[in-house]
């Protein structure tokens, strides 16, 4: 099938847009009010997009509270959703009051963030604390002051990871069993089982390309 993505008449039960954009990584948004009221939202619109520094966006559908927050104060946080506190994120998405606790409506502990106000997700075995750097206003298909889609970008400016994921130097990211999103109602989630390595290609002499051998050399090409 084709079909034109304006016009969106897919002829399917349910847009299928989000469900071929998949896996998408979940930033778990932590804010604070001007009032001190804790701020807590998934949201998968979210990706780091720069490395040194280290930029994140993720993009509020509508004017939602983390933007608030964020807009009168810069700071947020993103913890890591795992597959351990799948059902604590999904609660924390609850469409509640500006001035809810959305850390204690999910029943979720904080712990302190060392150079931004708002706290991390304790459980969650990594988070980035984040510096507003910009907002980028896409418009709606119907205009009009507040229905525009809002990519806010971050510098992070404070990483914090759980120790025991930490092996060898390295960060163990399937076993901190991150989620990733898909379409409609559906989640993935990241396990050793479902994670390979690929080494990136090198030229050979005679001018074949194949993966480079031995260990990375922990290079970014
Ligand atoms: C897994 C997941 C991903 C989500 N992604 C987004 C997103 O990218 N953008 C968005 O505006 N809302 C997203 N939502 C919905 C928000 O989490 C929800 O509207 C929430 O109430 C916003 O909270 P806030 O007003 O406290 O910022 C997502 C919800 C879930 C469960």
Not at 7 to 18: Q, Y
Not at 84 to 92: A, C, F, L, P, Y
Not at 99 to 120: C, G, H, I
Not at 147 to 168: A, E, P, R, S, T
Request: charged share 25%.
């Amino acid at each position: 099938m084709y079909y034109d993505s304006v016009e969106n008449k897919h002829g399917l039960k349910h847009d299928p847009f989000k469900a071929l954009i998949a896996p998408r990584p979940i930033g778990w948004i932590s804010t604070v009010s001007d009032e001190g009221v804790l701020n807590l939202a998934p949201y998968s619109f979210f990706n780091a997009v720069a490395a040194r520094p280290n930029y994140v966006m993720f993009t509020s559908v509508e004017r939602k509270d983390s933007l608030r927050n964020i807009e009168s104060n810069g700071e947020f946080t993103c913890s890591l959703s795992t597959w351990d506190t799948r059902d604590g994120m999904n609660t924390s998405s609850a469409p509640v009051d500006y001035l809810a606790d959305e850390f204690a409506l999910a029943n979720l502990e904080t712990a302190p963030s060392q150079m931004v106000r708002p706290p991390r997700v304790a459980r969650a075995p990594a988070a980035l604390e984040c510096k507003h750097w910009k907002t980028i206003e896409m418009p709606d298909v119907t205009p009009g002051d507040d229905n525009g889609h809002f990519m806010i970008i971050g510098q992070v400016i404070g990483i914090y990871i759980d120790d025991k994921f930490i092996n060898d130097g390295v960060v163990n990211t399937a076993e901190m069993r991150p989620l990733a999103r898909m379409g409609y109602m559906d989640y993935g989630v990241i396990t050793p089982e479902t994670t390979f390595v690929l080494q990136r290609p090198s030229v050979q002499d005679d001018g074949t390309v194949e993966p480079a051998k031995g260990e990375w050399d922990g290079v970014y090409r």
